[in-house]
């Protein structure tokens, strides 16, 4: 036979070949109908042989694909469609030699053997029409889109797919083939069209049909199963190539309610009827079960339990190889479901569980928490009876096995649907049905309700149970929202149950049974997902709004699993930790939590941590720093470090040990001394997020954090440096955090600036001016770009002046880089700079500094014009402070032409997305308040000046973002402090008074309209007002204002209501206090009229005391009492010289104001 064999190995077509050769001799002869009885017997053998070579072993190479169709095609038109049981046998070949060698047919070829399978399906018999399904469902497998001619004959409302798989088909296997068929004409191909809406109807309805159906007496289980596996995959393939988005309430409920059936099919112990479907409600659904036929053994059912976790990994991996590749055929004969005693496990025992020596433990994270002796007594109370224990003889286990293979399968393919699912329907509507999936503590004397931690808990099948783990994350993913309702912090005496406390207890329930799930799991590959799980609900759970303690808990179970022998399971263990440190921090509890010392809620039997970590000063060892620790670090009361920041140093910088580091051939380290790439990232973002929300902690280990960031940035990986780059950066920012005028922390807890000097040299005589110089990689200079940004500029104006001129040179440099990740992280970094002391007042570098972001200003990547025009906004924010500080020396030496550039680049800027515009616009205020005299009577300027009033006015005007606007009212206020500009005499003066005017009373946005109102506040002379008519209609529309400045459709604009009363009414009293003659009769129209209204609100403003105001500034209870008063004066020298000429008594009507505001404050003083 080797001698047979060894030719044919280099031309694995030949034999193929032959086949074709022998089918082409057999064409009937011209004038010949049919063939005679032996060319029909050779046929017989000819297929059979074929399908005999199909069934078996594949060979290294198969035939091409050319070759398969035309063997295919000549076999079809070699039979008849009355030879029926050659049709059959055709049909066999098509279906084995197409899934055999994963032949795509070519459109023409499926076209003639399409054509050949719908006219056997109507003319032949319905015995064969199994076989003719078969071949029809590999014929159409990922061919859809070339099927679209006959989907009428498959799919139409008399389709022969659609009658096959209806539930009144008699014939179960006909109707599974059926449906195999049309979830394979669901399969979607990337870029091809895809089924036509009134055909993904037609799948969607029979596929869940099919899933709505129970399984009768006659039909056997594994069919059943099958059955249901390709009514899931055909639902799967609808949700994800067809981007189905599931809107109706009935249809989405209907699903839901089949999937939650097929989660729990044929799982052990546990039996559910569902409803046909599920509505949306925010208290838990009922599920109705069916009692287990023995009355005696349904708490045995409820309680079998977790031998599976203690398996040995021989028997583990003996069920994860079996036929078509599926895991699961052996184990769920094997594997056990989680005990009464296990779910009765207290969680504190878990923290103060034995822990041995990690090398020795290494291979066994995931043992019972439980002493050993306490273990073996209880072990034959919840030990599951094997199969060698049951009734039935080896042959039905192995049947009985089969069978729950296939039913894990169902139960799998059901979660791979929802996850689908999940993704297709909105999130707010997904959460009506929270309820029926996650977990709630049961009431008093009522059972638990099955949900997705049943699975996670109960089912035998790793993978499901993996599976089951993957749709809870889904769903708490984006749940914060949802989650932020949720509050027990106080106890609830009422007679119901709010829903804040019902969601909380689901949480709280979710806590519980993931750590059970945690310490019982047995697969790293499920632990894995476990633990992912626990870091999307730590995520996204509120917990400053929960009773404190399931941190704590979660953060002692983890402990001993940063030590596991699979690097999937340690990665994800740091992840956990991270979302720990991130969630709403600081919380008190996790302050509490980073001060233990590493050995808390651990045994004195050994450390969690690997031993290597053990002495808390080996990682300072392998850190040279130049500095000591802080004596007294702020928020830090142990003396030793803090557990989580000494593990993570000690991963990234510490070589590996094998006896405690993975060995996994997915992450080959033979090359590195390390330990694997991805813990070692994971560390590093676990550091990052530690001294982003902790940094009073991290604090005490400034210098030793910024050696292990250099060390970082040194290696050759760049994804190691880029997350150096990344906690140099946060590290910097922490310091500048601390150094806010408004920061809460004394001054003799911040880090010294000395400190942060000496770091900052280390940073630029290491590793990081090469990085933004030399590196290939965009990312890892943006990282790096963004970390020197973060410099402390008290610390900057003390580095050495060489090192000052390096970090300058590199960013202006770097300004012209090709890539826009880069080139707007250096703009970014220039604006940062700009506002320096030290350096905004030196000119060259303004000037340079200018030219850069100008030019960057320019760029086709809108990223970099946004953030060119944030710098741009601060260069002319430091061109004011100049201004106000240096006087006219700054403003002579600054170039004019500069200054126009910068007012041009601005005004076009002005133009650009919202991103940009929000700064261009209050660049353009700037540069307008900064213009001297000399420079408005320059001709070139001129236009310059009228175009940038022009782009500010229809800016307030727009309809753009609000942010947009508020800047723009912002600029306008800014133009008219300059006294040099024509204000009240030129004609853009009305436009924009008018602009402000109109926004003042009618913008939705209250924010927008206390800017408007300041801006209308700030000409301090009656001249820049204008003429008589534009001072009125200011007054008229502030006043407008005033009374509608309670109404909003907005209810979140309520808050700054008080404010823009305030602002309004400083404005009409300035308004006042510079009013001429002719002003004052259509005052006092407005005061006969709504005197009493105003009166209110201005009284209100005088009672409101102390109250800083949208601008940042305090006015107290004196200034505007003076402002009122001053107001009464110059109206009553104004009145006096009219002599009784007119009738207006406004001086009168305010004193009245003051008189009843003096009335009242005393009333209040009594």
Known sequence: MAAVAGPEEPEPGGSFRRYLARLGALRPQPGAERPDSGRRTELHLLFDQLISESCGPAPAAGPSPQDVCALLVQACQLVHLDQEHLVSKVCQLIHHLLNKFQVMVDEQNLNFLLSYCISALKQCSSWTHVEILQALAALVYNNGPKCQKYLPDLLGKTGLLVRFSDSAQPDVELRRAAVRSMANLCLSVPGQPYLDESYRSVCFQTFLSVLQSSKTSDVDDITFCMLLQNALKGIQSLLNGGKMKLMQTDQIGSLLAVLKKCMFHGLPGLSIEMPAALYPAPLPQYDKRSPVKQEPSEPAAFKQTGNRRKKSKGKQKKGEVGEEGREDLGDAGNESVLGADMLKLHLGDVQNSPCSDPRTRASDVAYVPAGKDHLSSHYTSWKRISSSESEYSDAEGGIQSKMRSYQANVRQGALACFLSAIKSIEKRVLYGYWSAFVPDAPGIGSP???????????????????????????????????????????????????????????????????LLALVAESSSQTLTQIVKCLANLVSNAPYSRLKPGLLTRVWNQIKPYICHKDVNVRVSSLTLLGAIVSVQAPLPEVQLLLQQPSSSGLSNSGSATPHRFNSSEQWRKALPSEGEPLDNPAGCTSSEPCWLLRLCVSIIVLPREDSCSDSDANFPSF?????????????????????KGYFSMAQSYFLELGEVACRCME???????????????????????????????????????????????????????????????????????????????????????DQQILCVTLLLGLNHSENPLVKAAAARALGVYILFSCLRQDVMFVADTANAILNSLHDKSPNVRAKAAWSLGNLTDTLIINMETMGQSFQEEFSDLLLLKMLRSATEASKDRDKVKSNAVRALGNVLHFLQPYHIANPRFKEAIEESLQALISTVQSEATMKVRWNACYALGNVFKNPALPLGEAPWTTQAYSALSSVVKSCKNFKVRIKSAMALSIPSKRECYGSTEQFCQIWSALVVALQKSEDTEDFLEFKYSASLRTQICQALLHLLSLAKSTDLPVIWETIREDGDAIKSYVLQYLKSGVEENEAGTRTDLCEREGVLKGAIEHLGGIEKQLEGKARVRVSVYLEDVLTNHANAAELTEA
């Open 448 to 514: 638990q309700s099955v949900s997705l931690m049943t699975i996670a808990l109960k089912d035998p099948s790793p993978k499901t149970r993996a599976c089951a783990l993957q749709v809870l994350s889904a769903i708490l993913e984006g749940s914060k929202q949802f989650l932020s309702v949720a509050e027990d912090a106080n106890d609830h005496k009422r007679a119901f149950t709010p829903f804040s406390v019902t969601i909380a207890s689901s949480i709280r329930e979710l806590h519980r049974c993931l």
């Open 715 to 801: 290696e050759m990986d760049p994804s190691i440096q880029l997350h150096g780059a990344k906690l140099l950066e946060e590290l910097g920012t922490g310091v500048l955090q601390q150094y806010k005028p408004d920061s809460a922390v004394a001054p003799d807890q911040r880090v010294p600036v000395s400190m942060v000097v000496t770091f900052w040299t280390m940073m630029l005589n290491g590793p990081l001016p090469g990085t933004l110089q030399n590196s290939p990689h965009a990312t890892l200079q943006t990282s790096a770009c963004d970390a020197l940004s973060s410099i402390l500029p008290e610390a900057f104006s003390r580095l050495q002046n």
């Open 671 to 691: 090359s590195s001394i390390y330990e694997p790439c991805p813990l070692r990232l994971e560390s590093l973002q676990v550091l990052a997020l530690l001294v």
